[in-house]
C-alpha cells in the first residue's frame, strides 16, 4: 500500500499497478482500490476491514414494505442513520445486496420480487419434484421436426419459437418444409448465430452497440445443444465452465452500464473476499437461470445505450469517471475474450468450434 500511495502522489498509479497487487494479495481489485480510497482519505495503511452486515428482523420488512427493491431500503437505512445518530452503521449498496442474496432464502426473494405464490413454490413441503423443472424446460424447447425458411437457410426451431411464431404470423406454415428420411440439424434456442454485421459506413453509437451484440449472440450460440452438466463442466484447472463465462458476463453488463450510470440492478455474484464468486454457478442456480440472468442485463444495457448519449459520463466501480463511448468498448473487449474461452471449453466438451453453424 505504501508503494501505491507513493505512485498515486506521483500521479504515476494505473490500474496495471493496483491489479498486479491484487493478484500477489490474492484479493480483487475492488477490493484494492477501497484500500487505496480509505489509505488516501485518512492515511491509514492497514487492512480496511470487509463490512459483514447481517440482514436483522428488522431489515427483513424493509424490502417487503419496498417490494425487494434493495436501493430503496439502502435509501432508508441512510436516512435512518441521519435521523438517529445512534442507530447502526449502514453497509454499502453491494455489501447489502450480498447480505440479502446470503441471508434471505431463494423463497424469500423470489417472494419479495413476484409475491407470494412465487415464494410457495420455493416451499419445500410442498415443492415439486427435483427433475420437474427441467423437465418443462427440456419439453418446450425440443427441436419441431419441420425445417423453417430463416433468412435464405433452413433451420429446425424449437417448439416455443415455432407456437410464438405461427400465433403472430400464421402465414408462417407456408415456409415449412418437411424433412423427413434425415436428421435436421439444430439450431440454437437461446439465441441467433452471429448474423449481425458492423456497418462499413455506420454512426460510432450503431456501429459499437452492433459489434457488442454479435459478441453476446456467439455467447448463447455456444450453449446451443449442450445438457446442464456439460454447461456446468469446469474444463480447465482454474475452473473455467460455459455456465459460469455467462454468469460472469451478466454481472459485469450489469455493473458497466446499469452502476456505472446510476441505474439500478438485481443482487450481483460479486464478493470482495471471493474473487471467483461470479464466474461459479452455485449448486441452486440452473442453467436457464443463469441464462434468464443474461438476458436481463443485456436488456438493462440496451436501455442505458438507447437513453444516453455517447459521450455521457457515469461513475465506474473504481471512482473514475468513464463514458458510455468507453464502457461500450470495454464491454466490446470483455465479451469477446470471454467468447474466446467459450470457444475452447465448447471444443473441449464436444469438439464443435465456429462463431456459427457451418454444413
Same mark, same amino acid.
Not at 148 to 154: C, K
Given at each position: 500500500?505504501?508503494?501505491?500511495?507513493?505512485?498515486?502522489?506521483?500521479?504515476?498509479?494505473?490500474?496495471?499497478?493496483?491489479?498486479?497487487?491484487?493478484?500477489?494479495?490474492?484479493?480483487? /481489485?475492488?477490493?484494492?482500490?477501497?484500500?487505496?480510497?480509505?489509505?488516501?482519505?485518512?492515511?491509514?495503511?492497514?487492512?480496511?476491514?470487509?463490512?459483514?452486515?447481517?440482514?436483522?428482523?428488522?431489515?427483513?420488512?424493509?424490502?417487503?414494505?419496498?417490494?425487494?427493491?434493495? $436501493?430503496? !431500503?439502502?435509501?432508508?437505512?441512510?436516512?435512518?442513520?441521519?435521523?438517529?445518530?445512534?442507530?447502526?452503521?449502514?453497509?454499502?449498496?453491494?455489501?447489502?445486496?450480498?447480505?440479502?442474496?446470503?441471508?434471505?432464502?431463494?423463497? /424469500?426473494?423470489?417472494?419479495?420480487?413476484?409475491?407470494?405464490?412465487?415464494?410457495?413454490?420455493?416451499?419445500?413441503?410442498?415443492?415439486?419434484?427435483?427433475?420437474?423443472?427441467?423437465?418443462?424446460?427440456?419439453?418446450?424447447?425440443?427441436? !419441431?421436426?419441420?425445417?423453417?425458411?430463416?433468412?435464405?437457410?433452413?433451420?429446425?426451431?424449437?417448439?416455443?419459437?415455432?407456437?410464438?411464431?405461427?400465433?403472430?404470423?400464421?402465414?408462417?406454415?407456408?415456409?415449412?418444409?418437411?424433412?423427413?428420411?434425415?436428421?435436421?440439424?439444430?439450431?440454437?434456442?437461446?439465441?441467433?448465430?452471429?448474423?449481425?454485421?458492423?456497418?462499413?459506413?455506420?454512426? /460510432?453509437?450503431?456501429?459499437?452497440?452492433?459489434?457488442?451484440?454479435?459478441?453476446?449472440?456467439? !455467447?448463447?450460440?455456444?450453449?446451443?445443444?449442450?445438457?446442464?452438466?456439460?454447461?456446468?463442466?469446469?474444463?480447465?484447472? $482454474?475452473?473455467?465452465?460455459? #455456465?459460469?463465462?455467462?454468469?460472469?458476463?451478466?454481472?459485469?453488463?450489469?455493473?458497466?452500464?446499469?452502476?456505472?450510470?446510476?441505474?439500478e440492478t438485481e443482487p450481483l455474484p460479486f464478493?470482495?473476499?471471493?474473487?471467483?464468486?461470479? #464466474?461459479?454457478?452455485?449448486? $441452486?442456480?440452473?442453467?436457464?437461470?443463469?441464462?434468464?440472468?443474461?438476458?436481463?442485463?443485456?436488456?438493462?444495457?440496451?436501455?442505458?445505450?438507447?437513453?444516453?448519449?455517447?459521450?455521457?459520463?457515469?461513475?465506474?466501480w473504481h471512482g473514475e469517471s468513464v463514458s458510455?463511448?468507453?464502457?461500450?468498448?470495454?464491454?466490446?473487449?470483455?465479451?469477446?475474450?470471454?467468447?474466446?474461452?467459450?470457444?475452447?471449453?465448447? /471444443?473441449?466438451?464436444?469438439?464443435?468450434?465456429?462463431?456459427?453453424?457451418?454444413?
Amino acid at each position: 500500500m505504501p508503494r501505491l500511495l507513493d505512485l498515486d502522489g506521483r500521479g504515476e498509479l494505473t490500474a496495471a499497478h493496483v491489479r498486479l497487487v491484487a493478484q500477489a494479495l490474492g484479493k480483487s /481489485e475492488r477490493t484494492m482500490w477501497r484500500w487505496l480510497a480509505a489509505a488516501r482519505q485518512d492515511h491509514r495503511l492497514a487492512r480496511v476491514e470487509s463490512s459483514h452486515f447481517t440482514v436483522t428482523t428488522e431489515v427483513r420488512r424493509l424490502p417487503a414494505l419496498w417490494g425487494g427493491n434493495a $436501493s430503496r !431500503v439502502h435509501a432508508e437505512l441512510m436516512q435512518r442513520a441521519a435521523d438517529d445518530p445512534d442507530a447502526p452503521a449502514v453497509p454499502s449498496l453491494s455489501t447489502l445486496h450480498r447480505a440479502i442474496r446470503r441471508d434471505l432464502t431463494r423463497g /424469500e426473494q423470489a417472494g419479495l420480487k413476484s409475491g407470494e405464490a412465487a415464494r410457495r413454490a420455493h416451499d419445500v413441503f410442498g415443492q415439486r419434484s427435483a427433475t420437474h423443472r427441467n423437465a418443462v424446460w427440456e419439453g418446450d424447447h425440443k427441436h !419441431v421436426p419441420v425445417e423453417v425458411d430463416v433468412d435464405g437457410e433452413l433451420a429446425t426451431p424449437c417448439r416455443r419459437r415455432l407456437a410464438r411464431a405461427a400465433a403472430v404470423a400464421p402465414s408462417v406454415t407456408g415456409t415449412i418444409s418437411m424433412s423427413l428420411g434425415r436428421t435436421a440439424r439444430k439450431s440454437s434456442c437461446y439465441s441467433p448465430q452471429m448474423t449481425q454485421h458492423v456497418p462499413a459506413t455506420g454512426g /460510432e453509437k450503431e456501429s459499437l452497440r452492433i459489434s457488442l451484440d454479435r459478441h453476446r449472440d456467439v !455467447v448463447l450460440w455456444k450453449l446451443q445443444g449442450l445438457d446442464e452438466d456439460q454447461l456446468r463442466r469446469q474444463m480447465t484447472p $482454474s475452473g473455467t465452465s460455459l #455456465l459460469g463465462l455467462v454468469k460472469h458476463l451478466a454481472a459485469t453488463e450489469y455493473g458497466w452500464f446499469s452502476e456505472t450510470f446510476g441505474r439500478e440492478t438485481e443482487p450481483l455474484p460479486f464478493d470482495d473476499d471471493d474473487p471467483e464468486a461470479d #464466474l461459479r454457478p452455485t449448486p $441452486s442456480e440452473t442453467a436457464a437461470e443463469i441464462v434468464a440472468f443474461y438476458g436481463r442485463a443485456r436488456a438493462a444495457s440496451d436501455k442505458v445505450i438507447d437513453e444516453l448519449e455517447i459521450d455521457s459520463l457515469g461513475t465506474a466501480w473504481h471512482g473514475e469517471s468513464v463514458s458510455l463511448r468507453w464502457t461500450l468498448i470495454h464491454m466490446i473487449e470483455e465479451t469477446a475474450r470471454h467468447v474466446g474461452h467459450m470457444d475452447i471449453v465448447r /471444443e473441449l466438451l464436444d469438439g464443435r468450434t465456429g462463431d456459427h453453424p457451418r454444413d
